[in-house]
């Protein structure tokens, strides 16, 4: 069975600029949800995608923004890259989205904006 | 707004000691509560968790953890450190009702001596 898996592995941008960081999640997985995780800190919500509908956004601006698709793989795009966009950025699937399910971790997209 | 409180940010202990690492959580109603550890460069990976039944939750690798409603606590403990336990561990609450996300503490990086 293929775990969570996330692309690309590493990323360098200029501030203004925009990217996609991509995640596939676990077979049988209908929840995907993104995390920012700077350094030294604990990863922190930016939102939750259910069967292709947003379910959930943590406190980020709009220029974050993401996809769920057929299959259940997910995007994560944000806009207007800023300096303080630089971090790690997780991805986790659940079978659900019920609170009580165990969410599984890709092993992320480290992203520096320069 | 749930939060999540992880007191020490760095634990050392000598290899074969007891491994004591300090999660409390604020929240009114009884959440679900989740360990993650975290090694170098790579995502996270779930060690255990609380969903409302037994108090006492064994994990992997030798981990295990207890709910204590009146102290608003979830520690995570290991009898004996090994020199491989050395990483980043993250407290995580979720829930309840709609809380979907996982919210985390800002974790506690521990050290093996030998």
């Known amino acids: 069975e293929t775990g969570v898996t996330q692309s690309p592995t590493h990323l360098i941008k200029t501030r203004g600029q925009q990217v996609t960081l991509r995640c596939s999640s676990q077979?049988?997985?209908?929840?995907v949800s993104w995390y920012q995780q700077a350094l030294g800190q604990g990863p922190q919500f930016i939102f939750q995608?259910?069967?292709?509908?947003?379910?959930g956004r943590g406190n980020f601006p709009p220029r974050f923004s993401g996809l769920q698709f057929p299959n259940y793989s997910s995007e994560l795009n944000v806009n207007a890259l800023e300096l303080d966009d630089s971090a790690l950025y997780l991805c986790?699937?659940?079978?659900?989205?019920?609170?009580?399910?165990?969410?599984?971790f890709g092993p992320g997209t480290r992203l520096l904006v320069l | 707004a749930q939060s999540v409180t992880q007191l020490g940010s760095h634990v050392s202990v000598s290899e074969g000691a007891l491994v004591l690492l300090r999660c409390n959580y604020s929240s009114s109603v009884p959440p679900y509560l989740f360990w993650y550890v975290q090694y170098p460069n790579q995502g996270l990976q779930l060690l255990l968790k609380y969903t409302s039944a037994a108090t006492l939750v064994k994990g992997i690798n030798g981990f295990e953890a207890e709910f204590k409603k009146s102290e608003t606590s979830f520690h995570l403990t290991k009898p004996s450190a090994h020199m491989s336990d050395a990483a980043e561990y993250f407290c995580?609450?979720?829930?309840?009702?709609?809380?979907?996300?996982?919210?985390f503490g800002s974790g506690t990086q521990l050290t093996v001596l030998p």
């Open positions: 995580a609450v979720s829930g309840p009702g709609s809380a979907r996300q996982l919210t």
């Open positions: 995608y259910y069967r292709e509908e947003e379910n």
């Open positions: 986790a699937s659940s079978l659900d989205s019920s609170p009580a399910e165990t969410q599984y």
């Open positions: 077979s049988g997985h209908n929840t």
